[in-house]
């Protein structure tokens, strides 16, 4: 884009500064994987939100909510700031919505003082992200949420040479920062690191290199996809499990879409995770009765739905405490410290952060009644986002 085109785009973006939405219809954008090889992830934010919607209506006083959704396909930065502007430019959205990976959110993110616009993160997991604007609210999760109760129960359980292997951006760069630093202060070591490129399909390679750095266990994250599917098959089917090589993940990488692939040879594999379909609680149960009745499978369940489910319901908030006006500050302020019982559990924004804070399960896969599960062991309560915490 040329700077003159910039120069449009800005003016038409700050001219949304001081306009106010319709008091018929508030509109908000959502972009999210809804092709491609993530599109379940995608369709999963929309199952969510329409989950929301059908237990609450579409309207909030006297506001219409309507969801606008674009699709993002993949990682495409360029792409993603592209649906942004087209979004708040020519859909005159007030809210955005969703991302799946890091770096679309992190290109949208200047968008976001320009338009005065709120955006409720429903994946995308690196930390820092939130730190770009203070208009970003997260109802996801970050690697380091989930990577510190990981690195934590591996020593407990007696791992002492950890090889780890993660995807070669935000997310997996972050998962590796926060397992090293917690394992090895727990007294582990790590042998090996292995930073994975999102493209790989081969994970032999990487397994032979493990094998040859004899780590008792593997400490992984991919985003939950095609890869993640790929990294387990080559870990089961390397003889790294038959060889007595311990696999821990973050839960990405046993989604229970998963886990019929997977298959019984899975049994065992310990993950840390926010959320899982076998979660047992009446917040979950009715859930997943409202993504059933609106025609959903329970076996493409995955978390990117009850984190549109909930980011909703912030959604939701920010309209009540703004009537329906273009007050950012005052939206996002609306939903600092707000607590709820979610379907994955107990939960809160942190005021300080604006990251969702929650509790982190130990699952282990394992077969109930025939079926393949993710069930859950161990509760570590309330967890922060550990990177921000600690600033």
Do not use: C
Request: neutral net charge.
């Amino acid at each position: 884009m040329n700077k003159g085109a910039q120069s449009i785009l800005a003016l038409a973006i700050l001219g949304l500064m001081t306009g106010t939405a319709s008091a018929d219809v508030i509109k908000v954008g959502v972009i999210g994987t809804f092709s491609g090889p993530y599109a379940l992830f995608g369709k999963n934010f929309k199952m969510g939100i329409d989950a929301w919607v059908a237990q609450n209506g579409n309207k909030v006083g006297n506001h219409t909510v309507e969801f606008v959704y674009k699709d993002e396909e993949g990682p495409n930065p360029a792409k993603s700031k592209a649906l942004a502007q087209e979004l708040l430019v020519k859909d005159k959205v007030q809210y955005l919505a969703g991302i799946y990976f890091t770096p679309n959110a992190l290109a949208v993110a200047p968008l976001l003082e320009e338009s005065k616009t709120p955006l409720i993160v429903m994946n995308a997991a690196t930390s820092a992200i939130v730190e770009k604007s203070p208009y970003i609210v997260r109802t996801s999760f970050t690697m380091w949420q989930n990577t510190v109760p990981a690195a934590k129960v591996a020593f407990k359980n007696g791992a002492k040479k950890v090889a780890i292997a993660v995807s070669d951006y935000g997310p997996g760069i972050d998962a590796e920062a926060a397992f090293k630093k917690t394992f090895e202060g727990e007294g582990g070591a790590v042998v090996e690191a292995v930073r994975i490129p999102l493209a790989t399909t081969d994970f032999s390679p990487i397994m032979q290199r493990i094998k040859d750095s004899g780590a008792d266990t593997i400490f992984t994250f991919l985003p939950s996809g095609p890869p993640t599917l790929g990294f387990v098959k080559a870990y089961l089917d390397n003889g790294l499990k038959a060889g007595g090589v311990k696999l821990m993940s973050t839960g990405d990488v046993v989604t229970e879409p998963d886990l019929p692939n997977i298959g019984d040879p899975g049994i065992g594999i310990l993950s840390t995770y926010h959320y899982s379909v076998s979660h047992d609680s009446k917040e979950n149960a009715a859930f997943l009765a409202e993504l059933k009745k609106g025609g959903a499978s329970l076996d493409e369940v995955t978390m990117t739905s009850v984190a549109a489910y909930d980011g909703a319901r912030l959604i939701y908030k920010m309209i009540e405490a703004t009537d329906g006006k273009r007050d950012p500050a005052k939206a996002v302020d609306a939903v600092k410290d707000m607590k709820w019982i979610s379907p994955r559990g107990p939960v809160s924004i942190d005021p300080a952060t604006r990251h969702i804070r929650q509790n982190v399960y130990v699952r282990s896969v394992a077969k109930v009644d025939g079926k393949l599960i993710n069930k859950e062991e161990q509760t570590f309560a309330d967890q922060p986002d550990w990177a921000l915490s600690t600033k």
